[in-house]
C-alpha cells in the first residue's frame, strides 16, 4: 500500500470513514443494546485465528482469508450492526506483515460487508426464524445464500476500487481473476451456516468444531498450490535443459508461453485451458533435446537428412513428455505448432481445421518471438516488421483469428523483445545460420536444390 496515488489514498479514507460512521450511528441509535457479547468476542477469536493463515487459491496472487466463516456465521447469529462490528477485527489481523493503512481498510470493507450482508439477510426473513427449531437450517438457507453473495460482492468490489485506483491492477486483469477469487470466497463464507446451525445445540464450542475442517480445506489447497510449484519447476528444468543446446533460444520458451497465454485469454479460453496452454507454450520446443547439437548449430544449408531430424522434433518432443499426466492438451500443440494452414508444415502435414486450436496459438506466438529476438545471422527485427510478417502469413501459415487475438492483446498489453544475447567465448563460432522458428528467414537444404519454407 506504499506510494499509493491520492485518488487510491482519497478511496481508502473514504471507505475507512464510513465504516467508522456506521459503527458510529449504531452506537448511537443503540443498536448495541441486545447484542450477545459473548458470541461477538467468541466469533471474534474464531476470526483472528482463522485470518491469520489465509488460504491460496490457484491464482498467482491471491488469497482467501478464512474468516470470512466466522463474518457469515456473525451475519446470522447477529444483527447487521453486531456482524459490522464483528468485521472491525480484521484490524487486528493475524498477518503481521500488513501494513496500518491496509489492516484499516480491511477492517471497513469486512465490516462494511457484514453490514450489509446482514441487512440483506434480514430483508429476506432470515431472523424470523428460531435457531433452535428443527427445521431452522431449511428456513434461513435463502437469505444466508443472498447475504453471502452480498458479502463476497461487497468484498471484491471494495477491493477492486482500491487496485484500479492505485494502478496494481487493470480491469480485464480483474475480471480474469474475479471468477476464481469469488468462487473462492463463496466456499470459506459457506461454512459460516455450519458454525451457526451448531451454535444453538453446543454453543461456542460449534466454532472449535468448524475449524478442523477449515484448516483441513486450507491443508489442501496449499498442497495443490505446492503441487503446482512443483509442476512450474518441472517445466523450467527442461526448458533450462533445451536452452542450454543453443545460446540464442534463451527465454524464447517462457516468450512463447506468455505469447500464446496472451493469445489465448483473447479469445476466451477457460481458465484451465490457459493454464494448459502455458505448459504448451513452456514446452514446445523440448524435442530439440533429441535433435544432434550439430545440427541445431550448423551454419549453411542442411543435408535432407539432417532437416529430418528437426522436422521430427515436435514427435521427440511429445515422447519425452507424453507422460506427464497433467499437460493434457498441451500434448497437441506440442506436437503440431509447426504445422501450416495450408498442409505444408510438419510433422503430419495437416491442414486448416484439422491443426489442433493449441498448435494453431503456440505457432504465431513462436514465429513471433523468433522474429523479434536477435540471432546470429541477423538483428532482431522490430515489431512491426514481426507484425506485417504474422499478417502476410494469415491464411496460408497462420490461422487469421489467432492473429488477430495476438495483434489486439498485443497492442493492449505490449510485447518485451529479449535482450541481445553475449555468448560465451568458447562458443562465439559455432552458431545457426537459420531459424526453424522463424517464417521469414527459410531453412535452405541442399540435396533436391529446394527451400523448405
Known amino acids: ?53 489465509p488460504a491460496r487459491l490457484n491464482l498467482e496472487r491471491a488469497k482467501v482469508s478464512l474468516g470470512f466463516a466466522a463474518s457469515l456465521a456473525g451475519v446470522v447469529l447477529l444483527d447487521p450492526a453486531g456482524a459490522a462490528l464483528l468485521g472491525v477485527c480484521a484490524v487486528v489481523t493475524g498477518q503481521r506483515f500488513f501494513a496500518p493503512v491496509k489492516r484499516a481498510f480491511n477492517g471497513a470493507q469486512f465490516a462494511l ?40 460482492a461487497v468484498n471484491l468490489a471494495l477491493l477492486a476500487g482500491v487496485l484500479l485506483l492505485s494502478r496494481q491492477a487493470a480491469p480485464r486483469e480483474l475480471l480474469r481473476e474475479s471468477g476464481p477469487l469469488a468462487f473462492g470466497c463463496l466456499g470459506y463464507g459457506t461454512l459460516g451456516v455450519l458454525i451457526a446451525g451448531l451454535w444453538p445445540r453446543v454453543g461456542p464450542f460449534a466454532a472449535v468444531l468448524v475449524l478442523l475442517p477449515l484448516f ?62 502455458r505448459y504448451a507454450g513452456m514446452l514446445h520446443d523440448v524435442g530439440k533435446l533429441g535433435v544432434p547439437t550439430t545440427v541445431l548449430r550448423k551454419e549453411g544449408p542442411m543435408t ?10 515436435p514427435m521427440r518432443g511429445l ?14 500443440g506440442i506436437m503440431h505448432h509447426h504445422e501450416k494452414l495450408n498442409g505444408r508444415g510438419y510433422p503430419m502435414g495437416l491442414a486448416g481445421d484439422e491443426i489442433p486450436e493449441f498448435a494453431r496459438v503456440i505457432s504465431v506466438a513462436d514465429a513471433f518471438d523468433a522474429m523479434t529476438s536477435t540471432r546470429s545471422y541477423r538483428p532482431a527485427r522490430s515489431m512491426g516488421e514481426a507484425v506485417e510478417e504474422l499478417r502476410r502469413g494469415m491464411g496460408d501459415h497462420f490461422d487469421p483469428m489467432m492473429v488477430q487475438a495476438f495483434l489486439r492483446a498485443l497492442d493492449r498489453e505490449g510485447w518485451e523483445p529479449p ?35
Not at 6 to 19: K, T
Not at 133 to 144: G, M, Q, S, T
Not at 423 to 440: C, K, N, Q
Request: aromatic content about 8%; charged content about 20%.
Open 419 to 453: 535482450d541481445a544475447v553475449v555468448l560465451p567465448d568458447d562458443d562465439v563460432h559455432d552458431t545457426t545460420r537459420h531459424d526453424h522458428d522463424d517464417p521469414s528467414t527459410p531453412i535452405r537444404v541442399t540435396g533436391d536444390g529446394g527451400v523448405r519454407p
Open 1 to 53: 500500500m506504499r506510494g499509493l496515488p491520492p485518488a487510491a489514498w482519497a478511496y481508502v479514507c473514504g471507505v475507512v470513514a464510513v465504516a467508522a460512521g456506521l459503527i458510529a450511528a449504531s452506537t448511537l441509535t443503540g443498536s448495541y443494546a441486545d447484542l450477545d457479547w459473548t458470541t461477538l468476542a467468541v466469533l471474534a477469536v474464531l476470526f483472528l485465528v482463522a485470518d491469520s493463515a
Open 113 to 152: 460487508g457484514g453490514f450489509t450482508a446482514g441487512t440483506v439477510f434480514d430483508l429476506l426473513g432470515g431472523y424470523d426464524a428460531d435457531p433452535r427449531a428443527a427445521r431452522w437450517v431449511e428456513h434461513v438457507i435463502v437469505p444466508f445464500l443472498g447475504a453471502l453473495g452480498t458479502f463476497v
Open 319 to 332: 515422447e519425452i513428455v507424453r507422460d506427464i499426466g497433467f499437460l493434457d492438451e498441451a500434448l497437441a
Open 216 to 277: 483441513i480445506a486450507r491443508w489442501a489447497l496449499e498442497q495443490a498450490h505446492a503441487q503446482q510449484r512443483a509442476h512450474a519447476a518441472t517445466l523450467a528444468a527442461l526448458c533450462q535443459a533445451v536452452e542450454t543446446k543453443d545460446y540464442y533460444t534463451r527465454g524464447h520458451s517462457e516468450r512463447v508461453s506468455r505469447g500464446s497465454v496472451m493469445i489465448a485469454q483473447e479469445i476466451g479460453m477457460r481458465p484451465d485451458r490457459v493454464e494448459a496452454i
Open 304 to 313: 535432407e537428412e539432417e532437416f529430418a531430424a528437426i522436422q521430427l522434433h
